[in-house]
T-cell receptor
Framework: GNSVTQMEGPVTLSEEAFLTINCTYTATGYPSLFWYVQYPGEGLQLLLKATKADDKGSNKGFEATYRKETTSFHLEKGSVQVSDSAVYFCALSDKAAGTALIFGKGTTLSVSS | DSGVTQTPKHLITATGQRVTLRCSPRSGDLSVYWYQQSLDQGLQFLIQYYNGEERAKGNILERFSAQQFPDLHSELNLSSLELGDSALYFC????????????FGSGTRLTVV
């Protein structure tokens, strides 16, 4: 079946540091891939997405590239800010099967000034 | 405001009781999804409705049920509550098949005492 594996957190960084959060997936079809962010006390917000291999999703300085050969969708940001502190979830959707989003367990990011 | 409205925001109830959580999807979205978020299990997909019909089931207990009404709002019913049912319950909505991702509500925090 389909699944998503994220690196375990927490990830603790200083402001302006480089961020990578690893995400790999297992899928039988050709999924769409997503990163969601959850700020404290809030629901999940879509951060970026990619719908096919080699697509790069980007938003608010965050980027992730859909790598079919390595089944990965790692999240990166060149310079994090304190306001980026949140929980980040990688997710996949098997469009052909119309199945619900499957999420990784989430990675907590804490950025200090 | 994401456009997905969940009520109530907080709920405290005793073991053995029954509660109903309500969700109004974003305008124009026909699909509604329910997720349970707990510290140990992460985000677990419970059930999906599309235009009033059940479309997919995930890890939903038999004590739980849901429905989607003609006006597209959805209700999640949790009965014979146990301490382990304490969690955040999120509703999300999307267009057909959800290939562009979901829009999440801010969740209902259920505490069973």
């Amino acid at each position: 079946g389909n699944s998503v594996t994220q690196m375990e957190g927490p990830v603790t960084l200083s402001e302006e540091a480089f961020l990578t959060i690893n995400c790999t997936y297992t899928a039988t079809g050709y999924p769409s891939l997503f990163w969601y962010v959850q700020y404290p006390g809030e629901g999940l917000q879509l951060l970026l997405k990619a719908t096919k291999a080699d697509d790069k999703g980007s938003n608010k300085g965050f980027e992730a590239t859909y790598r079919k050969e390595t089944t990965s969708f790692h999240l990166e940001k060149g310079s994090v800010q304190v306001s980026d502190s949140a929980v980040y979830f990688c997710a996949l959707s098997d469009k052909a099967a119309g199945t619900a989003l499957i999420f990784g367990k989430g990675t907590t990011l804490s950025v200090s000034s | 405001d994401s456009g997905v409205t969940q009520t109530p925001k907080h709920l405290i109830t005793a073991t053995g009781q029954r509660v109903t959580l309500r969700c109004s999807p974003r305008s124009g979205d026909l699909s509604v999804y329910w997720y349970q978020q707990s510290l140990d299990q992460g985000l677990q997909f419970l059930i999906q409705y599309y235009n009033g019909e059940e479309r997919a089931k995930g890890n939903i207990l038999e004590r739980f049920s849901a429905q989607q009404f003609p006006d597209l709002h959805s209700e999640l019913n949790l009965s014979s509550l146990e301490l382990g049912d304490s969690a955040l319950y999120f509703c999300a909505s999307s267009g057909y098949r959800g290939g562009d991702g979901y829009t999440f509500g801010s969740g209902t925090r259920l505490t069973v005492v």
